[in-house]
Nanobody, 123 residues
Framework: QVQLVESGGGLVQPGGSLNLSCTAS????????MGWYRQALGKQRELVAA???????NYGDSVKGRFTISRDNAKNTVYLQMNSLKPEDTGVYYC?????????????????WGQGTQVTVSS
Protein backbone atom coordinates (compact mmCIF):
# COMPACT_ATOMS: atom_id res chain seq x y z
CA GLN A 1 0.00 0.00 0.00
CA VAL A 2 0.98 3.61 -0.49
CA GLN A 3 2.18 5.26 2.71
CA LEU A 4 3.00 8.86 3.58
CA VAL A 5 5.62 9.90 6.13
CA GLU A 6 5.70 13.48 7.40
CA SER A 7 8.21 15.51 9.37
CA GLY A 8 9.05 19.09 10.30
CA GLY A 9 6.34 20.16 12.74
CA GLY A 10 7.04 21.82 16.05
CA LEU A 11 6.67 24.88 18.24
CA VAL A 12 7.51 28.28 16.78
CA GLN A 13 6.97 31.91 17.79
CA PRO A 14 4.69 34.23 15.80
CA GLY A 15 6.53 35.51 12.74
CA GLY A 16 8.75 32.46 12.60
CA SER A 17 9.12 29.77 9.95
CA LEU A 18 8.83 26.01 9.57
CA ASN A 19 9.33 23.62 6.67
CA LEU A 20 7.27 20.44 6.45
CA SER A 21 8.20 17.39 4.38
CA CYS A 22 6.13 14.44 3.21
CA THR A 23 7.49 11.43 1.34
CA ALA A 24 5.31 8.81 -0.35
CA SER A 25 6.45 5.20 -0.67
CA UNK A 26 5.11 2.02 -2.30
CA UNK A 27 6.66 1.33 -5.73
CA UNK A 28 5.24 4.60 -7.03
CA UNK A 29 5.44 5.54 -10.69
CA UNK A 30 3.45 8.78 -10.67
CA UNK A 31 1.43 10.99 -8.30
CA UNK A 32 -1.14 13.30 -9.87
CA UNK A 33 -1.54 15.67 -6.91
CA MET A 34 0.07 16.17 -3.51
CA GLY A 35 -1.19 18.55 -0.88
CA TRP A 36 -1.32 19.74 2.69
CA TYR A 37 -4.40 20.09 4.88
CA ARG A 38 -4.68 21.27 8.46
CA GLN A 39 -7.15 20.93 11.29
CA ALA A 40 -7.33 23.18 14.33
CA LEU A 41 -9.10 22.22 17.56
CA GLY A 42 -12.84 22.50 17.10
CA LYS A 43 -12.58 23.22 13.38
CA GLN A 44 -12.99 21.32 10.13
CA ARG A 45 -10.02 20.11 8.14
CA GLU A 46 -9.13 22.66 5.45
CA LEU A 47 -6.91 22.85 2.39
CA VAL A 48 -3.61 24.63 2.94
CA ALA A 49 -1.88 24.05 -0.41
CA ALA A 50 -1.85 21.58 -3.27
CA UNK A 51 0.47 20.93 -6.20
CA UNK A 52 -0.16 18.98 -9.40
CA UNK A 53 2.34 16.92 -11.32
CA UNK A 54 2.28 19.60 -14.03
CA UNK A 55 3.57 22.25 -11.62
CA UNK A 56 0.28 24.06 -10.97
CA UNK A 57 -0.40 25.07 -7.36
CA ASN A 58 -3.35 26.19 -5.26
CA TYR A 59 -3.39 27.83 -1.82
CA GLY A 60 -5.95 28.49 0.83
CA ASP A 61 -6.80 32.18 1.11
CA SER A 62 -5.46 32.48 4.65
CA VAL A 63 -1.93 31.34 3.69
CA LYS A 64 -1.43 33.04 0.32
CA GLY A 65 1.78 35.04 0.27
CA ARG A 66 3.15 33.30 3.35
CA PHE A 67 3.34 29.58 2.48
CA THR A 68 4.97 27.89 -0.51
CA ILE A 69 4.38 24.32 -1.69
CA SER A 70 6.92 22.48 -3.83
CA ARG A 71 7.53 18.96 -5.12
CA ASP A 72 10.48 16.74 -5.87
CA ASN A 73 8.87 14.16 -8.13
CA ALA A 74 12.01 12.02 -8.37
CA LYS A 75 11.81 11.56 -4.58
CA ASN A 76 7.98 11.46 -4.36
CA THR A 77 8.26 14.24 -1.80
CA VAL A 78 6.24 17.39 -1.20
CA TYR A 79 7.34 20.32 0.96
CA LEU A 80 5.52 23.16 2.65
CA GLN A 81 7.60 26.22 3.52
CA MET A 82 5.70 28.27 6.10
CA ASN A 83 6.80 31.85 6.78
CA SER A 84 5.36 34.69 8.87
CA LEU A 85 3.51 32.18 11.01
CA LYS A 86 0.52 33.33 13.04
CA PRO A 87 -1.21 31.78 16.06
CA GLU A 88 -4.16 31.04 13.76
CA ASP A 89 -1.90 28.64 11.82
CA THR A 90 -1.78 26.30 14.83
CA GLY A 91 -3.11 22.83 14.12
CA VAL A 92 -2.32 19.35 12.90
CA TYR A 93 -1.01 19.37 9.33
CA TYR A 94 -1.74 16.34 7.16
CA CYS A 95 -0.18 15.26 3.88
CA UNK A 96 -2.52 13.93 1.18
CA UNK A 97 -2.06 12.39 -2.25
CA UNK A 98 -4.51 11.83 -5.10
CA UNK A 99 -4.16 9.76 -8.24
CA UNK A 100 -1.21 7.53 -7.38
CA UNK A 101 0.03 5.03 -9.97
CA UNK A 102 2.18 2.16 -8.69
CA UNK A 103 3.63 -0.87 -10.43
CA UNK A 104 0.58 -2.90 -9.29
CA UNK A 105 -2.46 -0.60 -9.44
CA UNK A 106 -3.87 2.90 -9.66
CA UNK A 107 -5.14 4.60 -6.48
CA UNK A 108 -7.93 7.13 -7.04
CA UNK A 109 -9.45 9.71 -4.74
CA UNK A 110 -8.09 11.62 -1.76
CA UNK A 111 -8.29 8.96 0.96
CA UNK A 112 -4.53 8.45 1.46
CA TRP A 113 -3.27 10.51 4.36
CA GLY A 114 -0.16 10.92 6.46
CA GLN A 115 -0.24 10.56 10.23
CA GLY A 116 -0.21 14.33 10.75
CA THR A 117 2.36 16.62 12.33
CA GLN A 118 1.60 19.22 14.99
CA VAL A 119 2.36 22.88 14.32
CA THR A 120 2.02 25.24 17.27
CA VAL A 121 2.53 28.99 16.87
CA SER A 122 2.73 30.66 20.27
CA SER A 123 4.81 33.17 22.20
Amino acid sequence: QVQLVESGGGLVQPGGSLNLSCTASGNILKIFAMGWYRQALGKQRELVAAAGSDGRTNYGDSVKGRFTISRDNAKNTVYLQMNSLKPEDTGVYYCNVEGVRTVDRYYKGDDIWGQGTQVTVSS
